[in-house]
């Protein structure tokens, strides 16, 4: 996602996962523990692409489904 300010665009930005139908984000991470960093990071990114979902995958889980959360953009 490239970084705009004041209708000038740079090379460089923030890097989405995934994004599915320019509607769900998908933000993977493999770590211990969720921090509220990345529940931070990913309700940015929707705020920033107006989208209305996102979902959060971590990997270092026993099971998948405890791994993943779903984050709303609320406006």
Known sequence: MPLRY???EFGFGYRVDLVVN???LI???AVE???PVHIAQVI???R???LPVGLLVNFH???LK???RRLMNHP
């Open 44 to 46: 940015t990114y929707l």
């Open 61 to 63: 889980v026993a099971a």
């Open 66 to 68: 405890h791994g993943i």
């Open 6 to 8: 004041k209708e000038r």
């Open 22 to 24: 320019r509607r769900v």
């Open 27 to 29: 933000e993977i991470k």
């Open 33 to 35: 523990r969720v921090l």
């Open 48 to 50: 920033l692409m107006d």
